[in-house]
């Protein structure tokens, strides 16, 4: 019901920002809740963060927090997910994620999908 395009990644220097963006497709974007996740090479796919379908809450995993923001643009069908400060080991492979009504958390959720954007943070 919803299509996800990722874009924004690149390579960055540590201590550097990117910004993230997730395009979706549908009339009903503003009725999902949104995530980011990533997988970086030899582990699983982890929660980064998220925000419900209303702009009322957000979450963030613990390694991000104080230096991420997800949020949303609903009259533009995008998530956005703004990251400063960044580590090397951000890097990975970003993906966008959508689950009606409520935030996906992880990957049991079953959201949808887009295809992903990497994030090389150098040292």
């Known amino acids: 019901q919803v299509q996800l395009v990722e874009s924004g990644g690149g390579l960055v220097q540590a201590g550097g920002s990117l910004r993230l963006s997730c395009a979706a497709s549908?009339?009903?974007?503003?009725?999902?809740?949104m995530a980011w996740f990533r997988q970086a090479p030899g582990k699983g796919r982890e929660f980064v963060a998220g925000?419900?379908?209303?702009?009322?809450?957000?979450v963030y995993a613990d390694s991000v927090k104080g230096r991420f923001a997800i949020s949303r643009d609903n009259a533009k069908n995008t998530v956005y997910l703004q990251m400063i400060s960044l580590k090397p080991e951000d890097t990975a492979v970003y993906y966008c994620?959508?689950?009606?009504?409520?935030?996906?958390?992880?990957?049991?959720?079953?959201?949808?999908w887009g295809q992903g954007t990497q994030v090389t943070v150098s040292s």
């Open positions: 994620a959508a689950r009606p009504g409520v935030i996906p958390t992880k990957p049991d959720d079953q959201p949808y």
């Open positions: 925000i419900n379908r209303n702009d009322a809450g957000t």
């Open positions: 549908g009339r009903t974007f503003s009725t999902y809740g």
